[in-house]
């Protein structure tokens, strides 16, 4: 890594080393609120064929950094690409989200899924992360991600989208064994594609945890939580990629962040249902904290924005170890301007010390 991306903000915060202001970068920044992202989905033609293009994947993912000057990039992609590469036969309805022609039901669709081959049936992604590192400016770090093992398997198992995961949960209590057997194969080929990214050129990666809100405790603790520590452990031991920084973020699992600490993760993404001072107490100076405004904020003014951000700033409070995202990804009616009004509220916040 040269020098100018070791000194960036945002790894200087990832290892909670002082910095001159609080660095941001905002969960799905590349996105739909975008009129230069509309332009390019309708060159594209679909989601997909977006998502699978490294050029056009390069244009999206550079749209925001050239636009607002944030901290760090993500790349463009989806959590669902591993599934896909299995041969699940993804597809997206409209107004309706991802579905899977084949979802994973019995032992023996579990067996028969392979591991993919980053360099294989993955390319397009690795292509895509080197073209991103090419023409992103050498100061700003790219992250790269996947989906949890757990919510990756909602989708596998429900065959899409849920409001109950009624299926899945049957599986959970019914046939823990073969739930567990999918994880584990999910977990290590989550291990496999964020180890080729990181190779690829990404300087950090993050774990998201949609669904893991959707558990009992006990059932988050065996069922999501300890095949991210996989992921962690995995990627902590082999010399490649154990000085990458990894983030893990389970939405809606605030209270189970002492547990997400313990993983051996750099950092925690929070939502907006936490209160981040209380956060940072519970886990102390173990990891970085990431968020955690509600991304409902942007749609009033600038004025509230400014207000909502330097909260969230002063409930922080002083030293090094944030950086400053959404409690989620923005939803696809922002006006952009809104977001140009987040970056200057960050930077304008002068109670920051630098400790």
Not at 5 to 19: G, N, T, W, Y
Not at 67 to 86: C, E, Q, V
Not at 91 to 111: A, L, N
Request: a negative charge.
């Amino acid at each position: 890594m040269n020098k100018s991306l070791h000194d960036s903000l945002f790894m200087k915060a990832l290892r909670r080393e002082p910095v001159p202001r609080t660095p941001v970068w905002l969960m799905r920044q590349a996105g739909r609120y975008l009129p230069e992202y509309l332009a390019i989905r309708k060159k594209a033609g679909s989601f997909m064929q977006l998502a699978t293009n490294p050029e056009l994947a390069c244009e999206v993912t550079l749209q925001p950094i050239n636009r607002f000057g944030l901290d760090a990039s993500i790349l463009f992609s989806d959590i669902l690409t591993i599934p896909d590469a299995m041969g699940l036969g993804l597809y997206f309805e409209t107004g309706e989200g991802p579905k899977f022609e084949r979802p994973i039901r019995s032992q023996k669709e579990v067996d028969d899924l392979i591991i993919p081959d980053p360099g294989d049936e993955l390319r397009y992604v690795t292509d895509a992360v080197s073209l991103i590192r090419k023409e992103l400016p050498e100061n700003v770090p790219l992250i790269g991600f996947c989906g949890s093992p757990w919510t990756v398997a909602t989708y596998m198992v429900e065959g899409g989208s849920s409001r109950n995961f009624s299926i899945i949960k049957a599986m959970v209590f019914q046939q823990p064994q073969l739930m567990h057997a999918l994880l584990l194969k999910l977990a290590n080929a989550s291990v496999a594609y964020l180890a080729a990214q990181i190779e690829a050129g990404a300087q950090a990666v993050m774990v998201f945890d949609t669904w893991g809100s959707s558990l009992s405790t006990s059932s988050y603790k065996e069922f999501s939580l300890v095949y991210m520590r996989h992921i962690v452990a995995a990627l902590k031991a082999d010399p490649t990629t154990r000085d990458t920084p990894v983030l893990l973020f389970t939405k809606g699992g605030g209270h189970w962040l002492e547990m997400m600490a313990d993983t051996g993760c750099d950092g925690l993404g929070l939502d907006w249902t936490c209160d981040l001072g209380q956060a940072r107490e519970r886990v102390g100076n173990r990891v970085a904290l990431q968020g955690n405004l509600d991304p409902g904020v942007l749609y009033g003014d600038t004025g509230t924005v400014t207000r909502e951000c330097h909260r969230v700033l002063k409930s922080f409070g002083n030293g090094p170890g944030h950086i400053f995202n959404l409690g989620h990804g923005i939803h696809p009616g922002v006006d952009p301007e809104r977001v140009t009004d987040l970056v200057a509220a960050v930077h304008s916040f002068a109670a920051i010390e630098t400790k």
